[in-house]
């Protein structure tokens, strides 16, 4: 995906693109005191989206679904999740 997202819902982001990928919450520490809305759980399963993102400079996981305000909104670093499936959709 060239641009980032927030905040995408699970049929928002199939229509940028045409699959899912699945990812296991491996490190749910150290919630920023500043961050607002939903926070992954360690061990559950998520459907996600990783993103470029131009401010961090790195690729950051998405929680499709999750609702959070600026400036984390739904976007979590890498290290938090493995990437296990990718299903796509025809």
């Known amino acids: ?16 693109a045409p699959f899912v990928d699945y990812a296991r919450c491996i490190d749910a520490s150290s919630r920023p ?4 809305g939903d926070w992954p759980e360690e061990g ?6 990783v993103v470029e993102s131009h401010l961090e400079g790195m690729p950051l996981v ?3 679904g999750f609702q959070a305000e600026a400036p984390y909104y739904n976007a979590y ?5 493995e990437l296990l499936h990718t299903v796509w959709l025809n």
Request: proline residues 6%; charged residues 10%; without cysteine.
């Open 44 to 49: 559950q399963l998520y459907p996600v989206r």
């Open 1 to 16: 995906m060239a641009h980032e997202v927030a905040n995408l819902t699970l049929a928002e982001a199939t229509a940028h």
């Open 77 to 81: 670093a890498p290290h938090r999740f």
């Open 62 to 64: 998405h929680v499709l």
């Open 33 to 36: 005191f500043n961050h607002v």
